[in-house]
T-cell receptor, first 111, second 113 residues
């Protein structure tokens, strides 16, 4: 029974398309996150939601929009995909102020 | 300003030897947590060990221990008796008042037979 599940695991799409990545956690955690891992393996926070409320919104293009329908779900929608958006996107969850449980990642390739 | 610094891009260690992965951090918050994660080639992020800023003793989890030197702002990971399966990227991370884990750039560890 996966704690933090992301779908899809792989996503290959053309420039200009719109795509979504879904994330669900069954741990009962209050806070969920999206991280981006670039080609050099650097992990950077993008967004954080606490009980469906946006609490962190780092400097990312507004083509990226998170949506949290409830505290167990945090989806990431990306409009007008660009080559530079190719990366691995990780969803994570945590009880507030403690360690994270990560999903297995979504490898996005924009061609 | 970078909050977490990992100065070793790559490390080699022979099987059964111990290895230390360096991590220094920067924060003005008195309360913070330090974490190490492992990322094998399969890509998942695996939590290894946690150290709180007020913890009196260094954290240990099996073959992993954290050498926490608060005055020097360092939180080095020590892996004892290295195994081939320890080959992976290792990330140091900190959680302070910023509400999100800040990660270092990682150290790639290769364990050789």
């Amino acid at each position: 029974d996966t704690a933090v599940s992301q779908t899809p695991k792989y996503l290959v799409t053309q420039m200009g398309n719109d795509k979504s990545i879904k994330c669900e956690q069954n741990l009962g955690h209050d806070t969920m996150y999206w991280y981006k891992q670039d080609s050099k393996k650097f992990l950077k926070i993008m967004f954080s939601y606490n009980n469906k409320e946006l609490i962190i919104n780092e400097t990312v293009p507004n083509r990226f929009s998170p949506k949290s329908p409830d505290k167990a779900h945090l989806n990431l929608h990306i409009n007008s995909l660009e080559l530079g958006d190719s990366a691995v996107y990780f969803c994570a969850s945590s009880p507030t102020g403690y360690g994270y449980t990560f999903g297995s990642g979504t490898r996005l390739t924009v061609v | 300003a970078q909050k977490i610094t990992q100065t070793q891009p790559g490390m080699f260690v022979q099987e059964k030897e111990a290895v230390t992965l360096d991590c220094t951090y920067d924060t003005s918050d008195p309360s913070y947590g330090l974490f190490w994660y492992k990322q094998p080639s399969s890509g998942e992020m695996i939590f290894l060990i946690y150290q709180g800023s007020y913890d009196q003793q260094n954290a240990t989890e099996g073959r992993y221990s954290l050498n926490f030197q608060k005055a020097r702002k360092s939180a080095n990971l020590v892996i004892s008796a290295s195994q081939l399966g320890d080959s992976a990227m290792y990330f140091c991370a900190m959680l302070d008042s910023g509400y999100a884990l800040n990660f270092g750039k990682g150290t790639s560890l290769l364990v050789t037979p």
